[in-house]
Every structure is written in C-alpha cells, then in structure tokens.
C-alpha cells in the first residue's frame, strides 16, 4: 500500500491564482481530512469528510473548497490565494471514528 | 486559553536520559492520540488511548481522564527520538484538536 499520497510536494502560487492540492488514499478509509500547519503552530482542520459525497468544514475553512467523489481521492481547491494561505497541508485519513489516523507527507504551499 | 496544552513547548535532553511530555486539555474527550512529527515534517501516529498506559517499545503513554492529563515517556532517550511531539483530543464526532506540539531535541 502507498498509505496517503499527496502531490505537489511544494508549489509557489502568485496572489490570485488558484490551484488543486490532490490527495489519494489506497486503504478504502471512510474518513479523510485537510489540515494546515503555520510555523510553530498546531494543525489547523481545514475541511473533512466522512465518505464518500459527504463533506464539512473544519475551522478554517474560508478561501478554500473541497469534494469527495469517490472514496480515496479529497482534493483541495484552493481559489484566489493569499499570503495568508501560505502553510503546509496535510491530508490525513482513518478507517472509522476512533482509529488513528494515517498521514500524508505534506504540501509546502508559498503564496507572493 | 486552547484547548489543548502541551508542555514544555522545548526540551533539550542528552542521550540516555528520561523524558516526560505533557497533555492537558479542558474538554470531555472519547480518546487521545500522541503524534510524532520528523524532522523533514512526516507525520506519524504513536498511540491512541482512552484509559490507563500504552507501551510501545522505549515509549509509555499514560492518561488520566478524571484530571483530563496525558503523559509521553521516552525511555533511553537517542538522538534519533529528535522531533515535535503532538498531542490530539477527540472530544467526539469526527473531528481532532491538536496541542502545538513539543520540540524535542536529544543531543549525542
């Protein structure tokens, strides 16, 4: 199994443009998760979802969209970026409620 | 005031030595997980637990939900062990709350 694959693993974004931060889990998890990570802060739950067609947001949810079509893909749309998005992001998934959740290597996202 | 604390926010131990990490948090919670995160930024879970003590190998983790208190004990401590120290909630539903993490460094 790959576990939790995201891709890119950096991108550079110019204020206003828009991209899709991709994430793919091969483990048939129900749950899925984005999270984002500011220098020496805790991560942040941007959205989730508890399968598939089912999505809500987390805590910071502005500036950002999700969907979830199938089980293992949750992509991250970024639309019109700010600096302020500028983070790390993190997809995570689990198999139910009270499971540990398995990772993602990270998205280094600059935003100028 | 979050709802998640860890401390001490740096640790800086030699080899070899005891290390404790700690949890406290304000709400009711269904479980508690401790994180490892690398160096290069990875993230890894080490343990899940709602009662008592879990081990795995040189790592001990403890929760006390009537004080609403977790620790993290690493044994032997080795320069490898070097990485930030999450600690998450799981009030209930679907969601985490992490702690801010503990940088732990062990020097050789």
Known sequence: NAGVTQTPKFRILKIGQSMTLQCTQDMNHNYMYWYRQDPGMGLKLIYYSVGAGITDKGEVPNGYNVSRSTTEDFPLRLELAAPSQTSVYFCASKTGLYYEQYFGPGTRLTVT | ?108
């Not at chain 2, 401390?7 to 070899?16: R, V």
């Not at chain 2, 044994?75 to 702690?99: E, K, M, N, Q, W």
């Open chain 2, 1 to 108: 005031k979050n709802e998640v604390e860890q401390s001490p926010q740096n640790l800086t131990a030699q080899e070899g030595e005891f290390i404790t990490i700690n949890c406290s948090y304000s709400v009711g919670i269904s479980a508690l997980h401790w994180l490892q995160q690398h160096p290069g930024g990875g993230i890894v879970s080490l343990f899940m637990l709602s009662s008592g003590k879990k081990k795995h190998g040189r790592l001990i983790a403890t929760i006390n939900i009537q004080e609403k208190h977790s620790s993290l004990h690493i044994t032997a401590s080795h320069p490898r062990d070097s990485a930030v120290y999450i600690c998450a909630v799981h009030p209930s539903g679907s969601r985490l709350t992490f702690g801010e993490g503990t940088q732990l460094t062990v020097n050789p």
